[in-house]
């Protein structure tokens, strides 16, 4: 096969993604949510730092990029970070991992609303599929283990760090596309990512500190910090990296076929790892959102056609 190389790494990387789910909710069962999300980025700066030392093509955003950065920072850290810490405190993961998915149909309503883009026949069937999708984890998910208000608390949390991820990526796109007048170049998609969780780092602080000041200094398990690490070394940085070379070599497109494949491997991690129910209801959801979402992406290919 043309490219092994990297599509063994992008399979590696969905499950990566894909296990971060069941370590998320190791997490988030011992540790307060944003001393954890902190804890997770404080690990993910260093690491970033040091990628950014072994590499010479690099720059520093201009002004204008480091405004745009900010707002990145602000959905992409610390609210995603945020919300998928709680969100993960209260539902299951496999559960977690399907309403994640829902993100590019997200990401495709806001390019309607503020990118100008067309909405078609394709974007509404997909997100009535995908919602439909959703609306079988709220109500039938095989957790029943956990309490069904829990879940539902929980599962809303990840939603809405779905939508948070959606603008950022919005945000992301306009970013990596424009040139700003005071920068020489668009930034890459690494360089975002990395900038973007050095400042989400900061905007975590002053909350950690607060959860800090008000339940004293966090004493993570063995397993939590595990689970901490896996989150920072391999979820955040191992992934992003090598994510972003897929793209580069085989193209977003190919690329992102990857990202389907994180939910069964979230699902079968819960499974486990946490000894999560496995369910037909599952099975119809991935199906009924994936569907949706793959519906839904027709509307690029539509939009780029000349009308």
Do not use: C
């Amino acid at each position: 096969m043309k490219h092994a190389q990297i599509h063994a790494k992008l399979l590696v990387v969905a499950a990566i993604w894909g296990l971060g789910w069941p370590a998320g909710r190791v997490v988030a069962a011992d540790v307060s949510p944003i001393v954890a999300a902190w804890i997770r980025y404080f690990i993910v700066a260093g690491l970033f730092i040091f990628y950014l030392q072994r590499k010479d093509n690099w720059s520093y955003p201009s002004p204008t990029q480091w405004k745009n950065i900010a707002y990145i920072a602000f959905f992409s850290t610390f609210l995603y970070q945020s919300l998928f810490m709680y969100g993960m405190k209260y539902t299951a993961a496999g559960d977690a991992s399907l309403v994640i998915t829902f993100n590019p149909l997200f990401t495709a309503v806001l390019a309607v609303i503020f990118l100008g883009e067309r909405l078609t026949r394709n974007l509404i069937l997909g997100l009535t599929m995908a919602l439909v999708g959703m609306l079988v984890i709220f109500t039938a998910s095989p957790n029943t283990d956990i309490p069904e208000l829990d879940r539902w608390f929980g599962n809303t949390f990840i939603a809405g760090a779905a939508l948070a991820w959606a603008v950022s990526s919005i945000l992301m796109k306009k970013l990596m596309s424009d040139t700003p007048e005071d920068a020489q170049q668009p930034l890459t998609p690494v360089l975002v990512t990395i900038w973007a969780s050095l400042v989400g780092l900061l905007l975590l602080t002053p909350w950690a500190g607060i959860e800090i000041a008000r339940e004293g200094l966090p004493s993570p398990s063995f397993e939590a910090w595990v689970g901490i690490i896996f989150l920072a070394v391999f979820s955040t940085v191992l992934a992003y990296v090598w994510f972003a070379d897929g793209i580069l070599v085989i193209g977003a497109g190919k690329a992102s076929f990857y990202v389907y494949l994180v939910p069964p491997f979230g699902i079968l991690g819960g499974w486990f790892l946490l000894g999560e129910q496995l369910g037909a209801t599952l099975i119809l959801a991935f199906a009924l959102i994936v569907a949706g979402v793959v519906i839904a992406q027709k509307q690029e290919e539509e939009n780029e056609q000349p009308s």
